[in-house]
C-alpha cells in the first residue's frame, strides 16, 4: 500500500507507539487511539522491569513446570499466585500452555522469539533516534543473580538454548560481583552477566516521549475507549464514543484488552493476564550499577531515574479483579536480603497485565478473517523489548515491504478452531 493512506491504530502502549510512528514515517496520515494517555500507569508499558531482554527466549512454560507449579503456590515467597475461582476459566489456556512446554516445541518458540528480540536494543534506537525519548535507553550487561554457581548450573538448560542462538555472558565469582556492586550480601556468590543488553530508565517517560515525537511529526491522537472494529472495503472502521469512522487500514495494539475486539472478528484468541507487579523504591541509598535477575525468586531489580524497581511475579485471576497489592511485600523481603544495608525514602507499588498466548508468543499480521485490519499485541513477559520491531514488521507488511524473517509462527488465525 503506497503512502498516504489514513490509518488507525488502536492502542497506545509500546507497540501501538512504535507501529504508529513506523507507519508516521512511512508517510501515512496515522490516528492514534487510546482510553488513557501513553504513559499512564493503567498501561503494562508503564509499569515493566524495563528490560530489554534480547536473550530472553525461553518461555516460562518449559519440561517440568508442571512438577514445581504445586510449590511454588504454596510458597509465600514465590513468584506464582493463583486466584482459585478463577481456575476453571484458566483451564483452557493453562493447558496448552503447559503443552508447549515441551523440549521439542520449547526451542520452536525459543527460535521465533529470537527473530523479534534478538536486535531489540539496535531497534529501540532506531525508533528513538532524535526524540527526547533516548536518553531513557541505557545499555550493559543483564546479570542472572545465584547463590552459587551449583545454582546457575540447574539453569544451565535455559542458558544452553540462549548461547545457540547467539546470546554471550561473563561468569563473574563473588569477588568480581562485590568489586562491581559492593553491596551486594553474602546471600549472592555467582552471576551470569549477559552481554549487550539495555534497560529503560523510566518506562512511562519514556512511552510519553516517543509519543510526543509522533505527534510532533503529524501523528494525530484521539482520547477514548474503542468498542467497536468492523471490516469494510478495503480497510475497516472504529467506533469510539457512539462515532463511526473510516480507516484503509487499521492495526489493534490493545494488549491484553485485543482479546475482545478480535474475537468480534471471528477469531479465537485465547490470550490471559499473566498478572505481575512492581515496587519502586525512591531516592534508595545506594543502586544496583546493572539490572539484575534474582533468578530463584525471578523477580528483575532495574536501577531506574525515580530508583529501583523490583518487579516481577505472576498472579492469575482474570484481567479485571482488583490488584492485591500486598503481593509486593516479597519483593521488600527478598530486596533486605540482597542489600541489607539499603535504605529509601519512599515506595509506590503497581500492577499490570501481561498479555500471554498458550504459545508465548504475539499475534501479528493481517487478519485472515477481515482483510485490512493488522494484529500486533499478545508479547507476553518480553513486550517492551519486542514493541518496536513488532511496530516496524507491521509497517513493512502494511506497506507491501516482505520481512526477511518467517511470520508464519506469530499467524494471527494460528489458534482459529482451538477452543
Ligand atoms: C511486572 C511486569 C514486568 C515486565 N517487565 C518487562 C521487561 O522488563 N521487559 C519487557 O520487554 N517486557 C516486560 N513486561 C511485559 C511488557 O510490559 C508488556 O508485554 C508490554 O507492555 C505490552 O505492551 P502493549 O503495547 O501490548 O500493551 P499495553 O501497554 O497494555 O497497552 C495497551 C493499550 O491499549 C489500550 N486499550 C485497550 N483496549 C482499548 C480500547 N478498547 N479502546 C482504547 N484503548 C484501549 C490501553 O488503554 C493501553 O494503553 C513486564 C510486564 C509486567 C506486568
Known amino acids: 500500500m503506497g503512502a498516504g493512506s489514513n490509518i488507525a491504530v488502536v492502542g497506545a502502549g509500546i507497540v501501538g507507539v512504535s507501529a ?16 488513557v494517555m501513553p504513559g499512564d500507569p493503567e498501561q ?6 524495563g528490560l530489554l531482554a534480547r536473550t530472553a527466549i525461553v518461555p516460562v512454560s518449559v519440561p517440568g513446570l508442571l512438577g514445581h507449579v504445586p510449590s511454588m503456590l504454596m510458597d509465600p515467597d514465590g513468584p506464582l499466585f493463583l486466584r482459585w475461582a478463577y481456575l476453571p476459566r484458566l483451564l483452557p489456556w493453562l493447558v496448552p500452555f503447559l503443552r508447549n512446554g515441551r523440549e521439542g516445541r520449547v526451542r520452536e518458540i525459543a527460535a521465533a522469539l529470537d527473530t523479534i528480540l534478538g536486535d531489540s536494543v539496535d531497534q529501540h534506537r532506531a525508533l528513538a533516534a532524535g526524540t527526547p525519548a533516548e536518553r531513557y535507553i541505557e545499555t550493559g550487561h543483564y546479570a542472572y543473580l545465584y547463590k552459587d554457581r551449583a545454582a546457575f548450573e540447574k539453569d544451565a538448560w535455559g542458558f544452553a538454548i540462549r548461547r545457540e542462538h547467539g546470546a554471550e555472558w561473563e561468569e ?21 552477566a549477559l552481554t549487550d543488553h539495555g534497560w529503560i530508565t523510566d518506562p512511562g517517560a519514556y512511552l510519553a516521549a516517543l509519543f510526543e515525537a509522533f505527534r510532533a511529526g503529524g501523528g494525530a491522537f484521539r482520547r477514548g475507549e474503542v468498542t467497536a472494529i468492523d471490516p469494510g472495503g478495503a480497510g475497516g472502521t472504529l467506533t469510539v464514543g457512539g462515532e463511526t469512522s473510516a480507516f484503509d487500514r487499521i492495526v489493534l495494539a490493545s494488549g491484553v484488552w485485543s482479546r475482545r475486539l478480535a474475537e468480534r472478528l471471528g477469531h479465537t484468541v485465547p490470550m490471559e493476564a499473566e498478572r505481575g507487579y512492581h515496587m519502586m523504591l525512591e531516592n534508595p541509598s545506594h543502586r544496583p550499577p546493572i539490572p539484575y535477575m534474582v533468578a530463584d525468586a525471578k523477580f528483575a531489580v532495574t536501577p531506574m531515574e525515580a530508583g529501583i524497581r523490583c518487579a ?65 499485541f499478545g508479547a507476553q ?14 509497517a513493512d507488511m502494511i506497506a507491501g515491504r516482505r520481512p526477511n524473517v518467517d511470520m508464519t509462527p506469530y499467524a494471527p488465525d494460528r489458534f482459529d478452531g482451538d477452543l
Do not use: C
Not at 503494562?44 to 522491569?49: D, Q
Not at 544495608?341 to 499475534?363: A, I, K, N, Q, Y
Open 20 to 35: 504508529a510512528e513506523w507507519l508516521r514515517r512511512d508517510g501515512h496520515s496515522v490516528t492514534l487511539f487510546d482510553r
Open 44 to 49: 503494562t508499558s508503564y509499569g515493566n522491569a
Open 172 to 192: 563473574w565469582d563473588r569477588a568480581a560481583l562485590v568489586e562491581r556492586d559492593p553491596h551486594l550480601s553474602q546471600a549472592v556468590g555467582f552471576a551470569a
Open 312 to 376: 516481577g511475579l505472576v498472579e492469575f485471576a482474570g484481567v479485571d479483579a482488583p490488584a492485591r497489592m500486598e503481593r509486593t511485600a516479597l519483593f521488600e523481603r527478598r530486596i533486605r536480603s540482597l542489600y541489607p544495608s539499603l535504605e529509601w525514602e519512599g515506595v509506590r507499588t503497581w500492577m499490570g497485565r501481561r498479555p500471554s498466548t498458550p504459545d508465548s508468543l504475539p499475534l501479528i499480521g493481517e487478519s485472515t478473517r477481515a482483510r485490512g485490519i493488522w494484529f500486533g
Open 381 to 394: 513477559h518480553v513486550g517492551l523489548t519486542s514493541g518496536p520491531k513488532t511496530g516496524r514488521l507491521l
